[in-house]
């Protein structure tokens, strides 16, 4: 072997060792960044949670009352909507696979699952896969920092989630809702709102609290927080739709109400003593100065008639309450008088 042979296969040897040397601290420098990227992320909302319905029972298990709108602050246009609804009209055919948009998860009385997609190097969360269920839609909250789609994308019950951590609490945004339900009563929300949301763990409990902004039906942002239980005996399963002929209907027949022909909307009203307007809802009633005006003259009703044992369960309690309400405490058995003892 010449002198140019020689040289020729050392440098061959050397560039070999450089390669050998230089690929794996390449890679172990990028996960190391990676893994940097991730500090004060420990958080791991992984598992399924049990929604236990300590919340606002009465709004998630049996349901809000038709026309009961105290609290939401819906506009003129969203009243006009919930007025018209009748719940019926979700046994039709064409409407029974319409599923409740991703705000539902706080709103209804689902269980949820949530499982992290990983990268396969770094271990960061590429996102967060939560479930849908019998009739709320799957959706996924992306956390690799991808941008929106387009205004023009194409909108979906779950829409176009991604998260950012601050701190130890992830906050979603979510865009590209399809019109939707709100409340169970016929309360709606637009194709045009977005909702944030910021999911945070202590411990076995996970909180989520939820800001709906709706420019089309909402006067101002709806807020509300639901908080679920780790539980791995909970099972979220999907629940396929196959849609059929409950009530047989005539062919464009859509169960509605025209207006001023719904006769149910003061129905809270006269359950409850309040005045309808306040039933009405609107921003003003969502703020404690709103009632202050009717704490001198409110008078509350004589007896429960309705929920009057509270519950914790998606089947409302006898709907007159009878057994909570009429039936009277058993009177308590008279002290025993004492045997006088026997003379000696």
């Known amino acids: 072997m010449n002198r140019v042979e020689r040289i020729s296969v050392v440098s061959g040897i050397v560039v070999a060792a450089l390669v050998c040397v230089s690929a794996p601290a390449w890679a172990q420098g990028g996960v190391q960044a990676a893994q940097a990227a991730l500090q004060g992320q420990q958080?791991?909302?992984?598992?399924?949670?049990?929604?236990?319905?300590?919340?606002?029972?009465?709004?998630?298990a049996p349901g809000p009352h038709i026309g009961d709108y105290l609290g939401l602050p819906i506009n003129d246009e969203a009243r006009a909507v919930a007025d018209a609804y009748q719940v019926s009209m979700q046994n039709?055919?064409?409407?029974?696979?319409i599923l409740y948009t991703s705000q539902y998860i706080v709103m209804g009385p689902q269980n949820l699952r949530i499982e992290a997609q990983l990268d396969p190097i770094s271990g960061a969360v590429?996102?967060?896969n939560m479930s849908g269920t019998v009739d709320r839609a799957p959706r996924t909250i992306w956390m690799d920092g991808r941008p929106h789609p387009s205004k023009n994308a194409a909108h979906t019950p779950g829409g176009f989630s991604t998260g950012v951590w601050e701190g130890q609490m992830l906050t979603a945004?979510?865009?590209?809702?399809?019109?939707?339900?709100?409340?169970?009563?016929?309360?709606?929300?637009?194709?045009?709102?977005?909702?944030?949301?910021?999911?945070?763990?202590?411990?076995?409990l996970l909180t989520i609290t939820m800001i709906l902004e709706d420019p089309v039906y909402w006067e101002e942002p709806f807020i509300r927080s639901a908080t679920f239980?780790?539980?791995?005996?909970?099972?979220?399963?999907?629940?396929?739709?196959?849609?059929?002929?409950?009530?047989?209907?005539?062919?464009?027949?859509?169960?509605?109400?025209?207006?001023?022909?719904?006769?149910?909307?003061?129905?809270?009203?006269?359950?409850?003593?309040?005045?309808l307007e306040a039933v009405r809802g609107g921003a003003a009633t969502t703020y404690p100065e709103y009632w202050k005006k009717y704490r001198a003259t409110y008078k509350a009703p004589e007896k429960c008639t309705v929920y009057c044992c509270g519950g914790t369960t998606l089947t409302a309690p006898n709907a007159t309450n009878a057994a909570c309400t009429d039936t009277p405490a058993p009177t308590p058995a008279a002290p025993a008088t004492p045997t006088a003892a026997p003379a000696r």
Not at 50 to 58: C, G, M, P, Q, S
Not at 249 to 266: A, F, I, Q, S, T
Request: include cysteine; hydrophobic fraction near 30%; charge should be negative.
């Open 43 to 60: 958080i791991d909302f992984s598992g399924s949670w049990a929604n236990r319905l300590h919340e606002d029972w009465v709004e998630r």
């Open 173 to 204: 945004h979510t865009t590209h809702l399809k019109t939707g339900l709100v409340w169970r009563n016929g309360v709606p929300h637009s194709d045009q709102a977005t909702m944030s949301e910021h999911f945070v763990r202590h411990g076995d």
């Open 92 to 97: 039709m055919p064409e409407r029974q696979c």
């Open 229 to 275: 239980q780790l539980d791995a005996g909970t099972r979220v399963l999907p629940e396929p739709c196959e849609p059929q002929v409950e009530i047989p209907r005539k062919p464009g027949e859509v169960p509605h109400y025209l207006p001023g022909e719904n006769p149910y909307l003061d129905e809270v009203a006269k359950l409850y003593n309040l005045p």
């Open 126 to 128: 590429i996102a967060w």
